[in-house]
């Protein structure tokens, strides 16, 4: 964080000026810190002088009768609003004097902005997954993890109605190793944490990287913020109502230069009718075999076949609630977007 904190940048842009308006802004370490010169008028108003959703943390009558408001609060508060890029932390908010509650809108309105270079090797904090688990080998951590709805961080419920859309993020992280191509090989949704042969399975993702679900329901995979992983827009399903549902996966990190029909990611376009590759639909003829079995006509040696590096994941317990108010036609579905996911990058 302190080298955050060396590269901040700030950008104060007036959003709307008033005579003997003076404000300034300071990005600390951890902190913001903004201080208003307000006109004499403004004094007796002063409680209704917010940064974000925060009043003053100190206020003070000038000689001149200008009154002197201070905010000083930490990054994390006052609703202030925090965006990742691929090279900056920028956390936004609003310096405003509202005569009167929301919403109404503020006679006064600065956009406050703060802009720190993001350290090299940063990740997000949710990268330690709350409801997911790894087991593997290679030196690699993977995580996979339930997003909530807007996909600006972790779920806060596993209860999803039937029909709704469950994101699901996985990654892996990189490190020291060549750029990483992150799979999912196969998914599987049961009623147990551990498979088992009598488990009762309801089949997400199979024949190496095709998302069956997606072509039964309205699954589909967002497109990639970064090659070392991969965002599962899954549509709810029929499978085990009311119960404790698990999510296995098997996740394999493979190279991004190198695709055939047994390492790919492959959903199904219901408005073309057929399977597209993910990272490259002009290679979407190695997602013919999504209909049959991609299985290589000649079977290489089991010494000389590269298999990536592969570990087992399994996300859960959630549970699908019947609610037919939720479900949503194939020609009605939104699928986000890639720029609303930047935060992610």
């Not at 810190?33 to 004499?40: A, E, I, L």
């Amino acid at each position: 964080m302190s080298l955050i904190w060396q590269c901040a940048i700030l950008l104060a842009v007036v959003a709307a000026s008033v005579a003997n308006e003076d404000f300034n802004v300071d990005c600390e370490k951890h902190s913001i810190k903004v201080t208003w010169k307000v006109s004499p008028e403004l004094v007796e108003h002063a409680a209704r002088l917010f940064l974000g959703h925060c009043v003053p943390s100190t206020f003070s009558v000038l000689p001149t009768g200008e009154g002197m408001a201070t905010f000083h609060y930490n990054l994390n508060g006052c609703a202030i609003k925090k965006r990742v890029t691929c090279k900056k932390h920028i956390y936004s908010t609003s310096l405003t004097y509202r005569p009167n509650r929301k919403p109404k809108p503020a006679a006064i309105s600065h956009h406050i902005k703060c802009v720190y270079i993001r350290p090299e090797g940063w990740i997000p904090p949710f990268l330690i997954p709350a409801y997911g688990s790894a087991e593997g080998h290679g030196g690699l951590v993977f995580h996979m993890a339930l997003l909530n709805e807007d996909l600006t961080g972790l779920a806060k419920s596993s209860l999803f109605p039937l029909g709704s859309f469950i994101p699901i993020w996985a990654a892996v992280d990189q490190k020291d190793h060549q750029p990483l191509l992150l799979l999912l090989e196969e998914c599987v949704a049961a009623t147990t944490p551990e498979l088992q042969s009598a488990s009762l399975v309801y089949p997400i993702i199979t024949n190496k990287g095709c998302l069956a679900d997606g072509k039964t329901g309205n699954s589909r995979f967002l497109p990639r913020y970064h090659s070392s992983a991969i965002l599962l827009y899954l549509q709810s399903f029929k499978f085990a109502l009311g119960e404790e549902v698990y999510i296995h996966c098997k996740l394999v990190a493979w190279d991004p230069e190198v695709f055939d029909i047994e390492k790919k990611a492959c959903h199904y376009i219901k408005e073309t009718g057929e399977w597209e590759l993910l990272d490259d639909p002009s290679q979407s003829d190695l997602c013919k075999c999504c209909d049959s079995s991609c299985k290589p006509r000649l079977k290489r040696g089991v010494d000389s076949e590269p298999q990536g590096l592969v570990q087992n994941s399994v996300l859960g317990p959630l549970t699908i609630v019947e609610n037919s108010e939720t479900w949503i036609p194939s020609e009605f579905v939104k699928y986000p977007t890639v720029e609303q996911v930047d935060w992610l990058v």
